[in-house]
Antibody, heavy 124, light 114 residues
Framework: EVQLVESGGGLVQPGRSLRLSCAAS????????MNWFRQAPGKGLEWVSF??????????EYAASVKGRFTMSRDDSNSIAYLQMTSLKTEDTAVYYC???????????????WGKGTTVTVSS | DIVMTQSPDSLAVSLGERATINCKSS????????????LAWYQQKSGQPPKLLIY???TRESGVPDRFSGSGSGTDFTLTISSLQAEDVAVYYC??????????FGPGTKVDIK
């Protein structure tokens, strides 16, 4: 079964850091580009970051709201994607979802597999 | 950035009746090189992650019931549920993946039973 499982969420004070993990199973992780999305309480979906497969350079893209603060990476040998979040703000409070990207030409992909999400709460 | 809008914000439909959701993009998401519309639809039930229903504007994802269909081209798209079932109560989002980053979503349409 194709599956993504996020972990690492929690309560953190503004200005602090947190690292999210996304463990993949049931498919060849290294063949796919991956994303993080987030959803603030009662709000819609917001794209956070994208990482290409190593075949396409493993490079990353970020939303303007997190650029310079968040870093996405991947460990293909262990089928894990990470999101390192620093200088956290109260507006980063959300459920964070890891997704698999499919049908990609460059970064133009749709998301065919979503994890259940991990909750990040930024509050003093 | 491409801005996505949806209408209506919410709708209530009787069981077995048709539900129609509209999505509009601020610029065309139709590629002239491959004639594909870079538009996806997702379903999100309460307390669950989104689920892919439709991609390339009209291609149903494997396992999605055939009562769900997508149509449209360019800037105007529609998701139709031909015969609403109780398990279809959810928020539905459209998303463009033509001009990325960023990936952008519509604000969502909530579907309930009348």
């Amino acid at each position: 079964e194709v599956q993504l499982v996020e972990s690492g969420g929690g309560l953190v004070q503004p200005g602090r850091s947190l690292r999210l993990s996304c463990a993949a199973s049931g498919f060849t992780f290294g063949d796919y580009s991956m994303n993080w999305f987030r959803q603030a309480p009662g709000k819609g979906l917001e794209w956070v970051s994208f990482i290409r497969s190593e075949a396409y350079g493993g490079t990353t893209e970020y939303a303007a709201s997190v650029k310079g603060r968040f870093t996405m990476s991947r460990d293909d040998s262990n089928s894990i994607a990470y999101l390192q979040m620093t200088s956290l703000k109260t507006e980063d409070t959300a459920v964070y979802y890891c997704t698999r990207a499919r049908g990609c030409s460059s970064i133009s992909c749709y998301m065919d597999v979503w994890g259940k999400g991990t909750t990040v709460t930024v509050s003093s | 950035d491409i801005v996505m809008t949806q209408s209506p914000d919410s709708l209530a439909v009787s069981l077995g009746e048709r539900a129609t959701i509209n999505c509009k993009s601020s610029q065309s998401v139709l590629s002239s090189s491959n004639s594909k519309n870079y538009l996806a639809w997702y379903q999100q039930k309460s307390g669950q992650p989104p689920k892919l229903l439709i991609y390339w504007a009209s291609t149903r994802e494997s396992g999605v019931p055939d009562r769900f269909s997508g149509s449209g081209s360019g800037t105007d798209f529609t998701l139709t549920i031909s015969s609403l079932q109780a398990e279809d109560v959810a928020v539905y989002y459209c998303q463009q993946y033509y001009s990325t980053p960023p990936f952008t979503f519509g604000p969502g349409t909530k579907v309930d039973i009348k």
